[in-house]
């Protein structure tokens, strides 16, 4: 295909992209109206189930659903980085060599990471309360954990940080989403319904049937995922080298 | 009032938006991706989703541009381990794809 060609199929998609997102753009309610039926449903069938953060009863209860393909979503993605990550035949380990760090950065950073770890737990603990949940919570404290790479050096955050750990971590998270899910059918109703548990006292820590377990979940399956997806991207960055090529065997087709 | 300040955060997220394609050198892109996820997280804010902005936060200005900064890192090293005399001095991002491509071509043995 020639370059003239492709630019006038290029230019034909981006015509009717221009026209069909023209046309819905006037189908539109109006910036900051005030008709939501959607968002008024949501709310009374939150409010019915006792759960005071709208957005995670959609997540976790209305579109729990939608979450397990989510969640399914990073499990595989962290899967393949696993995969293509490895150390490979030709390349070797490398120790990585202490780091001189500047004392106001480890101060800094020392002082941060407790401070971020509790946050982050904060966030999944009162997802079904407040604003955030597993996801955003699981991201904050395992990207706090990475905040003694910044203090001390790469082999402070390896001893604290054992990889395997976190990947079962990571796969009992995917795996307690749907045991859950099942345990609702098993209950007599629909797969991932939230007919298990009481739904508790309005705005209350234990509130919401089963939207804290399945917040719960997610916020370990996410935090284990992040750190193992950092763990291997580390790895890569710091200690995997490239073996240099034995002059015996060479590769030169020429 | 409201009014005004998402007219303001919108104006910053495309600044940024912006710089984010116009700087081509990837480690200062990373940065600038963080200010972007940084100006995001604020739009989300003014619009009265903050469960999105958290999310914003924690993936668009902490984790990508990590990812993508131990990235650089690592294709940055492999040049030093061989003598054809890339110090790792890169201008743009097409030419260290470039650079990264006739690596990889080498690696192949082509």
């Known amino acids: 295909m020639s370059r003239r060609l492709r630019m006038w199929v290029l230019a034909l998609g981006l015509a009717g992209l221009a026209a069909l997102l023209g046309a819905a753009c006037f189908e539109l309610p109006d910036f900051g109206g005030d008709q939501h039926p959607y968002g008024d449903r949501a709310v009374r069938a939150a409010l019915s189930h006792h759960t005071a953060n709208v957005v995670s009863s959609v997540n976790f209860d209305l579109r729990a659903l939608d979450t397990l393909g989510e969640e399914s979503i990073l499990f595989g993605a962290v899967l393949g980085t696993v995969v293509l990550l490895r150390q490979t035949r030709d390349e070797r380990h490398v120790e990585p060599a202490p780091a001189r760090v500047s004392p106001p950065v480890r101060r800094y950073a020392l002082y941060a990471l407790p401070v971020t770890l509790v946050v982050g737990l904060y966030v999944v603990a009162h997802g079904q309360l407040s604003p955030g949940g597993g996801f955003q919570g699981g991201v904050v404290a395992a990207t706090a954990l990475h905040l003694l790479y910044i203090a001390v050096d790469y082999r402070a955050l390896r001893r604290i940080r054992p990889v395997g750990r976190y990947e079962v971590a990571d796969a009992a998270g995917e795996a307690a989403f749907v045991v859950l899910g099942a345990a609702a059918m098993l209950g007599g109703s629909a797969f991932l319904a939230n007919s298990l548990l009481p739904y508790g006292e309005f705005n209350t820590l234990a509130s919401g049937g089963t939207v804290p377990l399945l917040n719960a979940a997610i916020g370990m399956e996410v935090a284990s995922a992040v750190v193992v997806l950092l763990a291997r991207f580390l790895d890569q960055a710091v200690e995997i080298e490239e073996s240099p090529k034995p002059p015996s065997t060479p590769t030169s087709r020429e | ?110």
Do not use: C, N, W, Y
């Not at chain 2, 993936?59 to 990508?64: D, E, N, P, Q, S």
């Open chain 2, 1 to 110: 009032m409201d009014d005004v300040l998402i007219v303001i955060t919108l104006l910053l997220v495309a600044a940024s938006a912006t710089a984010a394609v116009a700087v081509r050198d990837p480690v200062r892109q990373a940065l600038v991706l963080s200010l972007l996820g940084l100006t995001l997280a604020a739009l989300f804010t003014v619009l009265q989703a903050p469960d999105v902005a958290l999310s914003q936060l924690a993936v668009g200005t902490a984790l990508t541009p990590l990812l993508l900064t131990l990235a650089v890192r690592k294709v940055h090293r492999r040049p030093h381990t061989r003598d054809d005399g890339r110090g790792g001095e890169t201008t743009g991002s097409t030419e260290s794809a470039g650079a990264i491509e006739s690596a990889a071509a080498k690696e192949r043995g082509e």
